[in-house]
């Protein structure tokens, strides 16, 4: 075992304490008087400082140490918990994480906090602030798990090799080993407690197995036999100095253990019991509390860690596969072999299956990008000198992790708006009859094949007036067109390039740069945001995103020769509209869509395909939407409903209107997946 190999989990482990951390200082900060929280802090931090002088980061534990001494101090009530020092505390996790990330990205962890420190000093000045050792005495003292000496059972080539070794001047321990409950990274500390024995001795034989550490295929307990000439007590203390280790017992054996050990009474011939041998202990001994790692009561995991390259990987194949399974669809229907047909239906079914199980490998729930910004909203309420509350709903809504790696951006984006711009000052709060301490709400939820975000502020609202102003002075719209907008098209126009209302730059938000960043990425997500407010009650932004951007489903037409996909989340129905029906308004083909003006958009002339066919008297027509807008998309034929994979064009034609990638069907033809939104003005 090399500790290389545990890098990659300290990491993650790591991120989830600190992330902890967080969540439970800002709940401190309402319960300043409640200790249950503290000690939760506490924990997460011992666990972090452990792990980090394991690894051999010692900068990272130095640091996790000081703020432990603090944390100490508060829950044993020699220091109150203020804003100020939380303040302190945050800076200290701020820095934590910051190392941690380092790390991640090949670094080694290491980080200026001389300040930080000094401040945690201050706070400690005047105190009488345990000791390092008497922290983990602490620690050490709350742990209620009996340490109970196992006696292992020895086969003849062992105790051969024992007697051998009382001949030639060495004794024999038994050294049993606890871990701290709240213990990560359990083999590392074996590999440790390894590595110190093997320098002292022999190990011989341990219980569990190797095989079952390295697995970590046991509780907190463990044995192990060690051939040494060295002293009990020296073996004893070389362990204890492994991080993490919480009680350590040496027993040496002697003749009349061995001898003890072949009695009749103590002789396991029947097969059941042969088989717990081997797997560490008889079923009487696996009984005791301290020491439960048969295989039968080993703890079972019910969750692994995948590098998510894998699943990327696993993601290509399958893509694979989807392209194969439609080219034998086609040829399933082509030769019409009952046989072939049913074989192919049946794989069409599996593959299905299979589908729906990667793709919710693939699903991450919104709280990994949700859980970053309580503690963000805190820091920037105080920064702004407002009193403001983030209330998160539906944090367990499932989203792709290629959606969830780009949607954090833009949600940042648009807290940072809604508290510089939207929730208004106390003061003028309580002026207008509100309560002083505003409140955003962030909500996600599923509907459909859609995920939907919402984050909903009860601030001064958005003033359409100015937006207008604006908007005609920056010449995002003219006065004409202006006069024709709806109120929801007007808050749009906030999201605009280079649309701001700031009277002045911020560091929060406003830099001239506005909300068109969002609406980019959004977009480019294949979702759509869109906005509705009340002057002086407040704003709401939503959302709308894909499950997932990998495999989707689509209506398949057909332009002369050429095949185009769009996408059925845009589309609302397909028509077939007469000649006749086509009116013009503006220097614009539409159509009386259900009482609505739909402009035609004729595919042929978006994509340029070369035209043979006369003017029909009857259109195939999508009716797609992008919001509150909608269009009519103008095909020669409809082909059918199909899953297929969306395939990037790749970096030399990301920038081919309207067209946002491809895809191969069951026949070995491309198809050209249509981006409606770009098509939508």
């Known amino acids: 075992m090399e500790l290389s190999q545990y890098l990659e989990v300290f990491i993650e482990e790591s991120k989830e304490n600190l992330q902890t951390c967080n969540e439970q200082l800002l709940e401190l900060e309402k319960k300043p008087e409640d200790l249950a929280i503290v000690n939760e802090i506490f924990r997460s931090a011992h666990t972090l400082k452990g792990m980090s002088a394991t690894m051999g980061f010692e900068d990272l534990a130095n640091l996790t140490h000081k703020m432990e001494n603090v944390l100490d101090a508060i829950r044993n009530e020699k220091i109150k918990v203020t804003p100020e020092i939380l303040d302190i505390v945050f800076k200290s996790v701020d820095d934590l994480e910051a190392m941690v990330f380092s790390i991640a990205d090949g670094g080694d962890g290491k980080r200026d906090v001389t300040e930080v420190v000094a401040m945690l000093q201050a706070i400690e000045k005047g105190e009488t602030i345990p000791s390092s050792h008497a922290l983990n005495e602490v620690a050490a003292a709350a742990a209620t798990t009996d340490i109970e000496l196992l006696s292992m059972q020895y086969e003849a080539f062992e105790q051969t090799v024992i007697q051998e070794s009382y001949e030639q001047g060495f004794r024999c321990f038994e050294i049993s080993v606890t871990l701290r409950e709240d213990c990560l990274l359990k083999a590392a500390r074996v590999y440790m407690v390894f590595e110190v024995l093997g320098k002292m001795g022999e190990v011989i034989k341990s219980l569990p197995t190797v095989d079952q550490l390295e697995e970590e295929q046991f509780d907190h307990s463990f044995v192990i036999a060690v051939v040494s000439k060295e002293e009990a007590i020296d073996l004893e203390n070389h362990v204890r100095k492994v991080s993490e280790v919480e009680e350590v017992t040496v027993l040496e054996l002697t003749a009349e253990h061995l001898q003890n050990q072949n009695k009749p009474e103590d002789s396991i011939t029947e097969p059941a019991k042969k088989v717990q041998v081997e797997k560490g202990r008889s079923e009487d001994q696996a009984n005791k509390p301290a020491g439960n790692v048969s295989k039968q009561s080993a703890p079972s995991s019910k969750t692994i860690r995948v590098n998510i390259e894998r699943l990327d990987v696993l993601m290509n194949l399958f893509e694979e596969l989807v392209i194969d399974r439609g080219r034998l669809e086609q040829i399933s229907r082509d030769l019409n072999n009952p046989e072939l047909n049913e ?154 390039s280079g649309f701001s209302t700031a009277e002045q730059i911020s560091d929060i938000s406003g830099r001239g740069v506005g909300l068109d960043v969002v609406k980019a990425t959004i977009e480019s997500l294949g979702g759509s945001i869109t906005i509705d407010s009340t002057v002086g009650q407040g704003s709401l932004f939503s959302i709308q995103l894909p499950l997932t951007l990998s495999i989707i489903s689509v209506m398949l037409t057909e332009i002369e020769n050429e095949k185009y996909a769009i996408p059925l989340s845009s589309i609302i129905e397909t028509a077939i509209v007469k000649k006749e029906e086509i009116m013009k308004a503006h220097n614009q083909r539409v159509i009386d869509f259900r009482g609505k003006v739909v402009p035609l958009l004729f595919l042929e002339d978006v994509f340029e395909v070369p035209k043979h066919s006369k003017e029909e008297e009857l259109y195939s027509v999508v009716i797609v939407r992008k919001g509150e807008k909608m269009a009519g998309l103008v095909v020669d034929s409809f082909i059918g409903q199909q899953e297929v994979v969306l395939k990037s064009l790749g970096n030399y034609l990301n920038e081919v209107f309207a067209i946002s990638g491809a895809t191969i069907l069951g026949d070995g033809q491309v198809a050209l997946i249509v981006d409606c939104n770009a098509l939508i003005k």
């Open 343 to 496: 074989t192919v239906e049946r794989m069409t079914r599996i593959s299905g299956d299979l589908q729906n199980i990667i793709l919710n490998m693939r699903m991450v729930p919104v709280e990994t990008v949700f859980n970053r910004f309580p503690r963000m909203v805190r820091q920037l309420a105080r920064d702004l000198n407002k009193k403001i509350e983030l209330e998160i709903i539906g944090a367990e809504t499932e989203l792709d992790r290629t959606v969830i790696d780009e949607i954090g951006d833009p949600l940042v984006h648009l807290i940072r708006n809604a508290l510089d711009h939207g929730i208004e000052n106390p003061e003028v709060r309580v002026k207008n009859g509100k309560s002083e301490q505003g409140t955003v709400k962030l909500k996600a939820y599923h509907s459909g094949n859609h995920v939907f975000i919402e984050l909903e502020d009860d601030g001064a609202g958005i003033n359409k007036e100015r937006v207008l102003e604006k908007a005609i002075q920056k010449g995002i719209v003219s006065e004409e067109t202006a006069k024709t907008l709806s109120d929801r098209q007007i808050y749009e126009l906030i999201l605009a």
